[in-house]
């Protein structure tokens, strides 16, 4: 298909996925004839999967997620529905990326149409698709309106209430729909990422701010909110890596006890297990935490989490590291903290994050790493700070990181 062109649906219900090199969120919106949707209860995502006739579909990390339409169970008052995409990567355009979006009958998975939007650049979330009724009859026309304010600005140009929405009203790459006033906080336009501070000769390249990176000019450094895919040379690099997790107390002579941890998610978002110093082994053996660390003091990781990508199940999806201060001390009272990616078989370092900032809080999510429908493994840089005490408290708000 082209931009603007139509098919008529020769199947009463229809699933459109979309396809990328990196993870996309998939969403589908209901719109009545005046273009907007009747409620919140019409945007339909991960964090609210079925809606009257359409769905959201997990590919569960192997195949792209999907938005499912049953035209014949669609409310009458429904004219459209709109199924649109978004990098999960905080800031990440759509440079680079050649997104598709496959139109198939969703009882056989048959094939009906294909499109691949043109000569995308600062885009951040596209609607793509388009699934509507005409003259009693189904239809999918291709669509491609990129915006360049995230997915905000498409769930608020078709009437859904988003948290913290600017003062401004959004601007779509293409010419703009009246926005309405301020669902989830995924879906408020990330802030440009921070420009990388100058390193020293020695330190390693830094990740561009936006973009797909890999690990081919060798080992990189992470500044928050970027991506590194865990490839090199286009093949899979790594079977066993190491999360090294480390700090230093603020001030001397006084111990800083903090615990790292490791929390499993599957392709929903849901919770499968969680390593720390009183679980030190899950997923059969495939993660294991090195013990606890009580001071803080010394050279080198505090705690040390080996992962064995080759040996992670199906359906584990999305791994979380996190840091917590069980005695209740804040980050404020750490010099400094860092998490590094090594390959376990040869002990190279391949990926830093240096967290640059504190704030007064018990938790910080460090990174997480996801694996792609291809396959492959990302990981992403996230340094956001969070009150808990304790890795249980860490599991929802880790989960709102994925």
């Avoid at 401004?168 to 990422?193: E, N, T």
């Avoid at 991506?227 to 690099?237: A, E």
């Avoid at 082994?281 to 660390?293: P, Q, R, T, V, W």
């Avoid at 018990?362 to 969070?386: P, R």
């Amino acid at each position: 298909m082209t931009p603007g062109s139509n098919i008529p649906l020769s199947a009463p219900r229809v699933a459109v996925d979309v396809a990328a090199p990196v993870r996309l969120d998939v969403s589908g919106l209901l719109l009545t004839a005046d273009g907007k949707v009747r409620s919140d209860d019409d945007f339909i995502f991960y964090n609210q999967p079925t809606g009257p006739g359409v769905a959201y579909r997990s590919g569960g990390g192997t195949a792209p997620d999907a938005i499912v339409v049953d035209t014949a169970a669609v409310p009458s008052g429904i004219e459209k529905i709109v199924i649109t995409a978004s990098p999960d990567g905080a800031g990440q355009t759509f440079q680079g990326i050649e997104p598709t979006a496959t139109v198939r009958n969703a009882d056989d998975g048959s094939v009906l149409a294909t499109f691949t939007p043109p000569q995308l650049s600062a885009e951040t979330a596209l609607v793509v698709i388009e699934v509507y009724r005409r003259g009693g009859a189904w239809k999918a026309r291709a669509v491609g309106q990129g915006y360049a304010n995230g997915l905000a600005g498409i769930a608020t140009d078709f009437g859904v209430s988003v948290e913290d929405e600017p003062a401004a009203a959004p601007a779509p790459v293409a010419p703009p729909v009246p926005a309405a006033a301020p669902v989830d906080p995924r879906l408020v336009a990330p802030p440009a990422p921070a420009a990388p501070p100058a390193a020293p000769p020695a330190a390693p390249p830094v990740a561009p701010a936006t973009g797909r990176i890999n690990l081919d000019k060798g080992r990189v450094s992470l500044q928050k909110n970027q991506t590194v895919s865990l490839v090199k040379g286009g093949k899979p690099l790594l079977s066993q890596v190491k999360m090294g997790l480390g700090w230093e107390p603020a001030f001397r002579g006084k111990d800083i006890d903090l615990d790292a941890s490791v929390i499993a998610y599957g392709p929903d978002r849901n919770h499968l297990d969680s390593c720390y110093f009183g679980k030190l082994s899950i997923l059969n053996g495939a993660i294991k935490h090195s013990g606890d660390n009580l001071t803080g003091e010394g050279a080198g990781d505090d705690e040390m989490i080996v992962v064995d990508l080759g040996r992670i199940p199906a359906e584990a999806t999305g791994l979380v590291f996190t840091v917590n201060s069980f005695t209740g001390q804040k980050f404020t009272e750490v010099a400094k903290a860092y998490c590094r990616l090594i390959d376990a078989a040869t002990g190279e370092e391949l990926v830093r994050f240096d967290l640059t900032s504190a704030e007064p809080q018990t938790g910080v999510i460090m990174a997480k790493l996801i694996k792609q429908f291809s396959g492959e493994w990302e990981m992403t840089a996230v340094g956001d700070f969070v009150k808990s005490r304790t890795v249980r408290g860490m599991v929802k708000p880790a989960a709102q990181s994925l």
